[in-house]
């Protein structure tokens, strides 16, 4: 996905304030991305005893610190309801995908089960997906699919930055990827109608 050059650049400090916001005004309600009001955010930040005058100061071209923190999060929430949202599965398209992949690729990389029991346990179908595309398109190099370490970043063979969490995969090692990736399966319950 190519970046919105809007938002790429900005300091650390807006990218605190988008973490802190998220967690004090919350992602989502009802099932919809929510954008926080000025209010809400006013309220957490309190909450949290920090100040909030930083909304007001000035980033690019002098736009205060809020209007570009509301334009990110009406740009995320617009792009996961209009562009990721029509591309999620359920799954048995997942199954289905996962299934025509492995028929087409026939795979040698690992696929993975879920971590369901009995009746429900069957592959993770989106890390089995990922695994084999990438695989599909790795041209034969390595590939690490379950790295048990941190990902590093070396410079002249001393490490330079280590990751804080481990990923599902990285290419071809954790030592100076050329990528790296973090797959997320989630599955929603659908409520079951009671009798009157």
């Not at 071209?61 to 995320?76: E, K, M, P, Q, S």
């Not at 695989?135 to 280590?162: I, M």
Request: glycine share 8%; with cysteine.
């Amino acid at each position: 996905m190519t970046p919105d050059k809007r938002f790429v650049g900005l300091p650390k400090q807006f990218w605190a304030f988008v973490r802190l916001i998220g967690k004090g005004c919350g992602y989502a309600s009802r099932g919809q991305i929510t954008v926080p009001t000025r209010e809400a955010v006013t309220g957490a930040l309190s909450t949290l005893g920090l100040t909030v005058t930083a909304l007001d100061a000035p980033l690019r071209n002098g736009t205060a610190t809020w209007i570009v923190l509301h334009d990110y999060f009406t740009f995320r929430r617009d792009l996961l309801h209009g562009h990721v949202e029509p591309n999620l599965m359920d799954a048995s398209q997942a199954k289905r995908e996962f299934g025509r992949l492995k028929r087409k690729l026939k795979p040698t990389c690992p696929l993975p089960m879920n971590k369901q029991t009995g009746e429900k346990k069957a592959p993770a179908y989106l890390t089995g997906i990922v695994n084999m595309l990438i695989e599909a398109n790795a041209q034969g190099n390595p590939c690490n699919y379950d790295p048990h370490a941190l990902v590093t970043v070396a410079v002249n063979k001393s490490p330079l930055r280590t990751f804080a969490r481990r990923m599902d995969g990285a290419f071809p090692s954790v030592i100076n990827p050329v990528a790296v990736w973090e797959v997320k399966e989630y599955t929603t319950i659908q409520p079951h109608s009671e009798a009157a």
